[in-house]
């Protein structure tokens, strides 16, 4: 019996739909589950929907339908857009009964074992993050999203996360592979070191959830109710525990820290890896609705197809890390790696076996050099596959397709055709060989990447069978059978017009982003009109993007203080900047050069209270050792605002 790999992707939540961040979890998670597949694995693949609480109660509300209708159509649309992309995936939604009968076990489990207790919560409430935000004053922003938080009161449940410090540290360190890449490891690990508050874990302001099995009305808090869900979709099965949870880094605590304390709770065994991926960045922020640069995923599936969006995601992106996304990389990438490359190398090297050898692959071992090249690549490509290195491993792969160019253009088949002597003959079968073997190799490893190009370029080789079912932990050299009739030549990878695919592309969301709209309750399209065209936000004139979201850690690590400018003068030489003598309640004053002085003349700034960046490095301007950063706000090529108060505040104190 073959060992079985059981991953997740998270479970989407139906308060928005299929964008390309959700479409890069789940398309990295089914080229997971087929490469390990193709390595012998029961591989299974887990996804579904979010459909509870406060966010869809008021949406459905809205839109006036009862909020299962409107999960149910969210949970429909992602099940399209993933049977789109020819994904094999296991469907889990937390509205049925199957999912709801866990959750109710999970609790039941956790409260005889002493870890649930009942009480009250009074404070602010994310409705956005569905998250109790602690040591929060009314209208203050949430941590994670920085949205206004709301003030609740009420009876609630309680989980002691509290008490599952230690055994939490314990097993960070016991498994440092629980968390990937380690940057997350070390981040949850810190978190968790500065203390863990107890856990509201039921909700009675609210009626659309999953009940709860003791008096009153409380229905479970969201993230108990949905992390459930990768244990209720396989219930009753063998793929209990998860290989791997894949999630986006920014539900990083919910999995690394309640999930696992939930399950120790319940006596279950917990996940072997929690792996974060990074943000896809467009205009080099993070995609978001207010922003309004949020990429659909269809429109790029119609133009350049579902296998170019998968290998241009995981090549372009090291997995793991933030990575960005645009229109014309995604069509060159294309163009060079996919027309230009494997594409152009799979149609010649068929077409001259066609034309020289009667359509049959020439009896040869190949080039030898090549042939240790490859298999090489094909041990280093599965290593840094099975390292989450995608973009390492296709690079390997490239940089072997590059080498057999060079040796086909070295080798020159059309000129050794021409030649009827042995060597010749010897050679040409060499060259033909080794170039189809390696298109050979690159189908069978790109097979979980491009499922659906792999397969044509294995039934162009004449290959039998599937090229999923093809063993990657039995891939070798030399195993494409001489003799062997080869399939009809086709264009795998058309080259795309790049001005006409970005403008399709455009034209395509602009339509999917009504449509979506519609679905969402956000318009209402007449009866037999197509629905609106939603006009792109866009920031006044002048206005700079926002800049790539950080962490709150990331955030306090900055110290703004308040400080008195003591002295200014010009600083020779330079026409915009002010040498400022600084008291920031310190032993001494410090000395700091800013760009001011287009704005401010020396003797506007003496006695006024300014905000620095006090832990800023020391860097020379002008010759002049610069002690920290003056805080102003402008637009491109207008002046600088320095930052004040309305209310006398003391120097030295810090802004939070």
Same mark, same amino acid.
């Given at each position: 019996?073959?060992?079985?790999?059981?991953?997740?992707?998270?479970?989407?939540?139906?308060?928005?739909?299929?964008?390309?961040?959700?479409?890069?979890?789940?398309?990295?998670?089914?080229?997971?589950?087929?490469?390990?597949?193709?390595?012998?694995?029961?591989?299974?693949?887990?996804?579904?929907?979010?459909?509870?609480?406060?966010?869809?109660?008021?949406?459905?509300?809205?839109?006036?339908?009862?909020?299962?209708?409107?999960?149910?159509?969210?949970?429909?649309?992602?099940?399209?857009?993933?049977?789109?992309?020819?994904?094999?995936?296991?469907?889990?939604?937390?509205?049925?009964?199957?999912?709801?009968?866990?959750?109710?076990?999970?609790?039941?489990?956790?409260?005889?074992?002493?870890?649930?207790?009942?009480?009250?919560?009074?404070?602010?409430?994310?409705?956005?993050?569905?998250?109790?935000?602690?040591?929060?004053?009314?209208?203050?922003?949430?941590?994670?999203?920085?949205?206004?938080?709301?003030?609740?009161?009420?009876?609630?449940?309680?989980?002691?996360?509290?008490?599952?410090?230690?055994?939490?540290?314990?097993?960070?360190?016991k498994h440092p592979e629980f968390v990937v890449p380690e940057t997350r490891l070390n981040e949850i690990v810190s978190f968790v070191k500065g203390g863990l508050n107890d856990l509201?874990?039921?909700?009675?302001?609210?009626?659309?959830?999953?009940?709860?099995?003791?008096?009153?009305?409380?229905?479970?808090?969201?993230?108990?109710?949905?992390?459930?869900?990768?244990?209720?979709?396989?219930?009753?099965?063998?793929?209990?525990?998860?290989?791997?949870?894949?999630?986006?880094?920014?539900?990083?605590?919910?999995?690394?820290?309640?999930?696992?304390?939930?399950?120790?709770?319940?006596?279950?065994?917990?996940?072997?890896?929690?792996?974060?991926?990074?943000?896809?960045?467009?205009?080099?922020?993070?995609?978001?609705?207010?922003?309004?640069?949020?990429?659909?995923?269809?429109?790029?599936?119609?133009?350049?197809?579902?296998?170019?969006?998968?290998?241009?995601?995981?090549?372009?992106?090291?997995?793991?890390? #933030?990575?960005?996304?645009?229109? /014309?990389?995604?069509?060159?990438?294309?163009?060079?790696?996919?027309?230009?490359?494997?594409?152009?190398?799979?149609?010649?090297?068929?077409?001259?076996?066609?034309?020289?050898?009667?359509?049959?692959?020439?009896?040869?071992?190949?080039?030898?050099?090549?042939?240790?090249?490859?298999?090489?690549?094909?041990?280093?490509?599965? #290593?840094?596959?099975?390292?989450?290195?995608?973009?390492?491993?296709?690079?390997?792969?490239?940089?072997?397709?590059?080498?057999?160019?060079?040796?086909?253009?070295?080798?020159?088949?059309?000129?050794?055709?021409?030649?009827?002597?042995?060597?010749?003959?010897?050679?040409? +079968?060499?060259?033909?060989?080794?170039?189809?073997?390696?298109?050979?190799?690159?189908?069978?490893?790109?097979?979980?990447?491009?499922? +659906?190009?792999?397969?044509?370029?294995?039934?162009?080789?004449?290959?039998?069978?599937?090229?999923?079912?093809?063993?990657?932990?039995?891939?070798?050299?030399?195993?494409?059978?001489?003799?062997?009739?080869?399939?009809?030549?086709?264009?795998?990878?058309?080259?795309?017009?790049?001005?006409?695919?970005?403008?399709?592309?455009?034209?395509? +969301?602009?339509?999917?982003?009504?449509?979506? /709209?519609?679905?969402?309750?956000?318009?209402?399209?007449?009866?037999?009109?197509?629905?609106?065209?939603?006009?792109?936000?866009?920031?006044?004139?002048?206005?700079?993007?926002?800049?790539?979201?950080?962490?709150? +850690? #990331?955030?306090?690590?900055?110290?703004?203080?308040?400080?008195?400018?003591?002295?200014?003068?010009?600083?020779?030489?330079? #026409?915009?900047?002010?040498?400022?003598?600084?008291?920031?309640?310190?032993?001494?004053?410090?000395?700091?050069?800013?760009?001011?002085?287009?704005?401010?003349?020396?003797?506007?700034?003496?006695?006024?209270?300014?905000?620095?960046?006090?832990?800023?490095?020391?860097?020379?301007?002008?010759?002049?050792?610069?002690?920290?950063?003056?805080?102003?706000?402008?637009?491109?090529?207008?002046?600088?605002?320095?930052?004040?108060?309305?209310?006398?505040?003391?120097?030295?104190?810090?802004?939070?």
């Amino acid at each position: 019996m073959s060992k079985k790999f059981y991953l997740t992707t998270p479970i989407y939540y139906v308060n928005s739909a299929p964008h390309l961040g959700t479409a890069y979890s789940t398309l990295v998670a089914d080229s997971i589950r087929r490469y390990r597949a193709m390595t012998g694995y029961d591989a299974l693949l887990v996804t579904g929907s979010d459909e509870h609480g406060q966010n869809v109660e008021r949406a459905a509300k809205k839109v006036g339908i009862a909020p299962i209708d409107f999960a149910g159509r969210v949970a429909d649309e992602f099940q399209t857009q993933w049977n789109k992309f020819n994904i094999d995936y296991r469907f889990i939604r937390t509205s049925s009964e199957q999912h709801r009968h866990v959750v109710q076990e999970l609790f039941r489990r956790c409260i005889e074992n002493g870890s649930i207790y009942k009480g009250s919560y009074t404070g602010q409430y994310c409705f956005s993050c569905e998250l109790y935000v602690n040591d929060a004053g009314e209208g203050d922003p949430c941590p994670d999203c920085q949205r206004a938080t709301e003030p609740v009161t009420e009876e609630n449940y309680f989980f002691k996360l509290s008490a599952f410090q230690d055994r939490l540290l314990e097993h960070y360190a016991k498994h440092p592979e629980f968390v990937v890449p380690e940057t997350r490891l070390n981040e949850i690990v810190s978190f968790v070191k500065g203390g863990l508050n107890d856990l509201s874990i039921t909700r009675t302001s609210i009626k659309w959830g999953i009940p709860v099995p003791v008096e009153g009305n409380h229905v479970f808090y969201v993230w108990f109710d949905a992390l459930t869900s990768y244990m209720s979709a396989v219930e009753g099965s063998h793929y209990w525990p998860a290989d791997v949870h894949l999630i986006g880094k920014d539900i990083l605590r919910f999995h690394a820290i309640y999930w696992p304390a939930f399950l120790m709770a319940g006596g279950y065994e917990l996940p072997k890896q929690i792996m974060a991926h990074g943000w896809i960045l467009k205009d080099n922020a993070k995609m978001s609705k207010s922003r309004g640069n949020v990429v659909r995923p269809e429109p790029l599936r119609q133009v350049v197809g579902a296998d170019t969006m998968r290998y241009f995601l995981m090549r372009e992106i090291p997995f793991g890390q #933030d990575g960005s996304f645009s229109y /014309d990389a995604l069509v060159a990438r294309a163009n060079s790696d996919l027309a230009n490359g494997l594409g152009n190398l799979a149609s010649r090297t068929l077409t001259m076996i066609r034309q020289y050898r009667g359509g049959l692959i020439p009896q040869s071992q190949g080039i030898a050099e090549i042939a240790e090249e490859a298999r090489q690549t094909i041990g280093g490509y599965r #290593d840094q596959f099975e390292k989450y290195q995608f973009h390492r491993a296709l690079e390997q792969l490239w940089a072997l397709i590059g080498t057999v160019d060079r040796a086909i253009v070295q080798y020159q088949p059309w000129v050794l055709a021409k030649k009827q002597d042995d060597e010749s003959q010897s050679k040409l +079968d060499a060259i033909l060989y080794t170039a189809a073997e390696v298109v050979r190799l690159a189908a069978a490893l790109l097979a979980p990447v491009m499922p +659906d190009a792999s397969s044509k370029l294995w039934r162009m080789l004449g290959m039998a069978g599937e090229v999923g079912a093809a063993r990657l932990d039995s891939l070798e050299w030399g195993q494409l059978p001489a003799g062997q009739a080869i399939g009809g030549v086709e264009a795998v990878f058309p080259r795309i017009d790049a001005a006409k695919a970005v403008e399709r592309m455009h034209e395509l +969301d602009e339509q999917e982003v009504a449509r979506l /709209d519609a679905l969402m309750g956000k318009t209402t399209p007449p009866a037999g009109e197509p629905a609106p065209v939603a006009e792109e936000w866009k920031a006044p004139e002048g206005v700079p993007p926002l800049a790539p979201a950080i962490t709150f +850690d #990331d955030f306090i690590k900055v110290d703004l203080r308040v400080a008195l400018v003591l002295a200014a003068e010009r600083v020779e030489g330079a #026409d915009k900047l002010l040498k400022l003598t600084i008291d920031a309640a310190e032993k001494e004053p410090r000395t700091l050069v800013a760009g001011i002085a287009k704005s401010y003349a020396p003797e506007q700034l003496v006695g006024r209270k300014v905000v620095i960046v006090a832990n800023l490095q020391p860097r020379k301007l002008r010759g002049i050792e610069s002690n920290g950063m003056i805080v102003a706000a402008s637009l491109e090529n207008g002046p600088a605002v320095l930052a004040g108060f309305l209310e006398d505040i003391p120097v030295g104190a810090r802004l939070k």
